[in-house]
């Protein structure tokens, strides 16, 4: 390379070093949202949460644990997710290769005949038309990020990358939020099993009792009828429940990628959940919540995409080179074959039917659609942890009542029984009432004991744990 082409070559980069001092695009920062009252009157400032315990803290149950473990193995929207991964990494590899120049080769024969006609040499000259021409060469091309064009797009391929890890990570707080909550209804429906097993056993004694009270004329042959449909009314129950046990099996093993079939399980009644519900500071659902952080990179995205379309309006600049061997003799092909070429040059946008314009302004759009979506979310994770908590606790105040309830009507089942064999005083109508309520109430005494340890589940996903 002679001196003319390195003063040239020099002069050109302190042309880039001066445009890289005019950048168009603006850096990012986190948007300022209000985070104040998202629990709904819960004003803590102790910053310790459940949500920085590792799930196998959170359950004690092994059968639980074991199937969230699987989970977490085999779930295919969890596989899915971590391939989409590897896209949004293959794309942030290409954006950073960008800065790069580009280099291919090329290897060329190319043979050629003239017309002697067309040559028009005087007659007896003899020239040789036919001739072949060998070249090979290397060309490159690279074009300076002088506006943050290529650094802009690498941001955006970059915070696509992050937003794609907090959806699987998104994905992994569900799931395990999925597997514990049906493996509680599971348990709850079998209690429900047993209470409805245990009633029609009871309700199979009240027709011989009352078949026996007929005989003796304490009772008329309607509360023999009246018996047995109860006892119908409790038998025609189970069959719901096993369905419902059966259903909810089936999701569990969906969920943890397996074909549907039976599950070994705990009892209702063997749970022992955390009561220690620390919900930490609002303001630590931003790091937190993995669907949160998801819709910040999304907004992060669709900023460095409005950088992106702002450099459109600025001028390219590029260098190209090339080089190689060129001989019209391939057995001289590195004589005095030697050939290059360096160009640069700046090519400004002037006229383009309003595509720049158009593209700025849709994405400013998509970048406020973003931002509403991300203020959105954190309002929704608020929102999702002032109802787990409150259910949590609305779930605990009842025990105590229904605990009361339950045993008063027990003693009422008792007493009309017991009143209907030696006293005029009642009827059929109320022991199948008494038996009825205290039916009821077991049933939900289950629900309540159901409410208390999926409002667990749904705290500490709401809260954003699960993916550590």
Known sequence: MNKTCLKYTFSVLLLICALLSCKVTKPYGQPDLNTNDLYRGQSNTDTATIASMPWE?????????????????????????????????????????????????????????????????????????????????????????????????????YANLLQTDAAKRAIQTQLIADIANNYYLLLAYDKELEILDKTLQNRVKDVETMKALKEGDVVNGAAVVQSEANRYAAEVAI????????????????????????????????????????????????????????????????????????????????????????????????????????????????????????????????????????????????????????????????????GKEIIALEKSVDYTEQLLRYSSATNYNDVLTSEQNLLSAQLSAVNDRLQQLQAIVNLYRALGGGWR
């Open 57 to 157: 803290s959170l359950f004690a149950d092994t059968t639980l644990k074991a199937l969230i473990r699987e989970g977490l193995y085999q779930n295919l929207n969890l596989k899915v997710a971590v391939q989409k991964i590897a896209e949004a990494q293959a794309s942030f590899g290409q954006s950073k290769a960008a800065f790069l120049p580009g280099l291919s080769g090329n290897a060329s024969v190319a043979r050629s005949k003239q017309s002697l006609a067309s040559l028009d040499y005087p007659p007896g000259i003899i020239v040789n038309t036919v001739t072949t021409a060998y070249q090979f060469g290397l060309t490159s091309s690279w074009e300076a990020d002088v506006w943050g064009q290529l650094s802009s797009a690498k941001k955006a391929d």
């Open 239 to 402: 069959p719901d429940i096993k369905r419902s046990i059966r259903e909810t099996e089936n999701a569990i093993d969906i969920l943890v990628g397996r074909p549907p079939g039976p599950l070994n399980h705990a009892k209702l009644d063997d749970q022992k959940p955390i009561t220690d519900l620390q919900t930490g500071i609002p303001a630590q659902l931003l790091k937190n919540r993995p669907d949160v952080q998801q819709a910040e990179f999304a907004f992060r995205s669709a900023f460095e995409n409005t950088n992106l379309a702002r450099t459109y309006f600025y001028p390219a600049f590029t260098i190209t080179a090339s080089g190689g061997f060129s001989n019209l003799q391939l057995k001289d092909f590195f004589v005095n074959s030697v050939f290059y070429n360096l160009a640069a040059g700046l090519t400004q946008p002037i006229f383009n039917q309003g595509a720049n314009k158009a593209r700025l302004k849709t994405a400013q759009a998509q970048q406020m659609e973003a931002l509403y979506n991300f203020q959105q979310s954190l309002l929704t994770a608020g929102q999702e942890v002032s109802n787990a908590l409150y259910a949590y606790q609305t779930g605990v105040e009842k025990d105590s009542s229904r």
